[in-house]
DNA sequence: TATAAGGTTTACCGATCGGTAAACTATATA
DNA sequence: TATATAGTTTACCGATCGGTAAACCTTATA
């Protein structure tokens, strides 16, 4: 019996995870405090019922949603730096390429960790907590390649590049700007040239 | 008759604006979906059916608040600038030292124009347009005080200054990181460096 | 003193909020 | 075939959502 039990949700957790990939759109479209229980049934074609199954409460799904996206967002960013660029220096400015491409997405709403923490604003709330988490995970890598590109003040410089990432997607979404991802990649190459040795 | 109503109305617009103000530190302390009317009424000690006296919708009173939040945070931070420093171009740098001041005050939740634009996502909505109204104000201004400056490329510097300023505010409420100000005043000073002729 | 405007309280509206109970169906293994 | 699991539908819970109706109080002017 446990045998059969395990086996079946190593081999089978499809259900549980289409609820998630299907919450994280919802949830990225309407906004979390918007997005009801009910309506997310109706979208998700998943019953109300089933979703409690999965999911204790409310916040334990947007928990696993942010979890998702984490994933998600850090594969595709750093597999998209790779793509463009060769060099560990080519590859932090080409981050501002990968992002002018998600900015131009056209169900682009800016970050859903952003906003998470936005809704969810107390620094001790596990949502606020797991969004900051995923900028610390950022802020690790863009930091390493740093190092690997040999610049000095590896640690300044990655935080300076972020607060340009992060400046441009809040821009982007507010739509008042041109093209924040390209004012941004101008500002990151001319700190990249005086991080130079 | 009508007289005593205009006078009435222009020498005591204490209880709307009163109204206004408080719901502005509601609104900016729980959110904008997150707070009810009902909570509302009670925070401010107004009573909900006099709020829909003065305002059709809660839609209406969001506009009102961040309207007055335009106002108040244009003069403080404008003002902060000058006091902080002489020239245009120390004016400048001065704007990240007047973001530190904000950030370390005790009940800081971030810029309300993202968390507006945040929550009311499409980009023609009435809350999301006037929130993207703010920054293009903010950016008139500075871009002002860079060709002041005699800088070079004011308009992209001034763009580049506030990807800087958006990434710092979003940051500080993230709180990951340590002095997100001083980051960003480190940058805009090479970057003012690199626009001087 | 009559009147009008701004404000109040109390009570209510239908809809939706997050979350649950119960009874049922389909599937896969023992 | 018996059993356990994942999923379903329907109905419901108390609380809160945005917004309104009606009756009353207060204050300042005509």
Redesign the interface.
Known sequence: MYRSVNLYQIMRPTKRDELVQKALKVFY???F??TGMDMLATETGISKTSIYKHFRTKEDLILAVLRLRDEHFRNWLYRRMEELADSPRQQLIAMFDALEEWFNEIDY??CM???A???Y?E?SHPI?KQ???H??ML?RHITQLAENAGLTNPD?LA??L???????I??A?????EN?AK??K??AI??LN?HSK
């Open positions: 479209q309407y906004g405090h918007a709403k800016g960790f952003i906003k923490s936005s809704e604003q620094a606020h969004s900051a988490d900028k610390r802020e300044v935080r300076q972020l607060l340009l990432k992060e400046g441009a809040v821009t979404h507010l739509g008042h700007t924040p004012d941004a101008a500002s001319d700190l005086l």
